[in-house]
């Protein structure tokens, strides 16, 4: 359905993120329908563009980030006619703010505003002062904000408190992409719509939780950004937290945004912490050395960088959530730059059959759920092998992929997302609160990594990461899904 009329104002227009995802999922819900004809797009950026400049790099970026038949649909013209841009240097004050000013003006001033910072973090304060101080905030206006949300507590605590002077929480969406992935969503459904897999999903059933996501990219042209950041800061803190909080919540009694929440805060304020005695036992990081991935010869962290570096490319960790649910259950959790393999997935282990009946025990149960590529649901069962007159056992997949209607691919995770925050649900963006619960629990990792107390190790790009890696899950008796 279409949303009401809206003006985007993306700060950040010229980046990465616009280019590579914004843009083409405004295009592609445009195309499906849910764009008013009167809704607008603005773009602004400290370049000096004049609009026909910055339509012409919009349409050059949906060219080469979309699908070749999904560009020729006939669409781009009338899309890149909601697009307009405003050249201003954001943090600063000044004159370049009334150009956006008289933009907006010229709408209802009851209109929805959405102001989309896809800008560097430390400038999302300054940002808001300059909209509070121009008269840019309406009562109908929101605030997306990318993350990261600043590098550890202090530092989210004041982007939070600058933004939060400005607009009151409800009007604060913080995005956070893989709560916009289907499969992530469908947790959800698979917990609490099945009684089957809710009768079995604690402590008593379930052996381990594993949460993966790999990737074969290297830093790309971000090497700047993610050279402050590393792989603990960049997906761990945040995606993968948010993915553990809604394997291990109790059930919400709605899917209202605040019931969500408020489960999801309960796990990350149970984590167990992680500690400067305890990180060596209970992460590993390392970074990539040169490899082969695809065929192709690709260079080191390092090299890459042109320089030294204590960042982490890949990190996985053993967190427990001290509920009585999860009582002694580990959540594996890892994640890495240049792997041999793109994957995201959630892997539930659980405990195998107490019987003696077969001789042999029965192989556990795992579901896994794929993130992606392959959306889609798998179950280990045992069932009796038929090629035997013994009655012996072999494991059999029960597989079931997850599709759109007509086999379409799934829409990206922004789409939904940047319409959602036109429709005003706050239900897959973070709360403060949550925001601030990651930071606690990850902060001390980085500073026992800094202090040296967790040696950094390395992994060939292309690999499937380093050996203490596998060794974490073998001290339980359990292994990484790929070598299961
Ligand atoms: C982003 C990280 O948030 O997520 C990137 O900053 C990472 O480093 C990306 O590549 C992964 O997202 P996805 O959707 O491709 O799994």
Redesign the pocket.
């Known amino acids: 359905q279409q949303v009401e009329p809206f003006d985007y104002v993306i700060f950040g227009a010229t980046g990465d993120l616009t280019m590579r995802k914004l843009l083409p999922a405004l295009y592609n819900r445009l195309r499906m329908g849910q764009i008013p004809d009167n809704a607008r797009i603005i773009g602004a950026a400290r370049s000096e563009l004049d609009r026909a400049a910055y339509v012409a790099r919009a349409r050059e970026a949906l060219e080469h980030f979309l699908p070749a038949d999904v560009f020729n649909s006939g669409l781009v013209e009338r899309f890149l006619g909601h697009i307009h841009y405003v050249t201003l240097d954001s943090s600063k004050k000044g004159a370049q703010w009334d150009s956006l000013k008289t933009l907006l003006a010229g709408a209802d001033p009851d209109r929805i505003r959405v102001y989309y910072f896809a800008t560097a973090p430390q400038l999302y304060a300054s940002i808001c002062e300059n909209l509070h101080e121009y008269g840019l905030i309406t009562p109908r206006s929101r605030v997306v904000l990318e ?1 990261p949300i600043g590098t550890n507590m202090a530092t989210a605590t004041a982007i939070n408190d600058g933004v939060g002077q400005f607009f009151p929480e409800n009007q604060i969406y913080r995005i956070d ?2 709560l916009g ?1 289907e499969t992530v969503q469908n947790v959800l459904a698979l917990r609490f719509a099945n009684p089957l897999m809710n009768a079995a999903w604690s402590a008593e059933h379930i052996e381990s939780v594993q949460i993966t ?1 790999v ?1 074969t ?1 290297g830093v790309e042209g ?1 090497a700047a950004y ?1 050279d402050t950041s590393g792989a603990l800061r ?2 761990i803190q ?2 993968l937290l948010q993915v553990l909080c809604l394997v291990a919540m109790e059930a919400p009694d709605s899917l209202e945004a605040d019931a969500v929440r408020n489960a999801k805060l309960a796990v990350l304020n149970a984590l167990r912490p992680i500690t400067e005695g305890t990180a060596a036992a209970e992460t590993v990081r390392a970074q990539y050395t040169a490899g082969v991935i695809d065929g192709k010869n690709v260079p080191g962290y390092l090299d890459e960088l042109g320089k030294d570096s204590t960042t982490e490319t890949y990190a996985a960790i053993r967190a427990w959530v001290d509920t009585p649910r999860w009582k002694n259950v580990p959540f594996y959790i890892r994640t890495a ?1 240049r792997s041999g393999r ?1 994957v ?1 997935e959630i892997v539930i282990t659980f405990r195998p059959a107490a019987t003696a009946m077969f001789g042999a025990t029965p192989a556990s149960n795992r579901l896994v759920l794929r993130v ?1 590529p392959n959306e889609g649901v798998e179950l280990r069962l045992n069932v009796k092998n038929p090629a035997l007159d013994v009655f012996n056992l072999q494991t059999a997949d029960l597989d079931t992929p997850i599709r759109m209607e007509g086999g379409m691919p799934f829409p990206d ?1 922004y789409e939904r997302l940047l319409l959602d925050a036109v429709r005003g649900d706050p239900v897959l963006f973070i709360r403060r609160d949550e925001v601030e619960a990651a930071w606690r629990w990850a902060e001390p990792i980085l500073d026992a990594w800094k202090d040296g107390k967790v040696p950094m190790q390395t992994y060939s790009a292309g690999s499937y990461g380093p050996e203490q890696a596998v060794r974490l899950l073998a001290e339980h008796g359990d292994n990484w899904h790929e070598t299961a």
């Open positions: 993350k992409h893989y992935k996501a990737e990219v971000r993610y960049d997906m945040n995606h730059k793109k995201s992606q995770s």
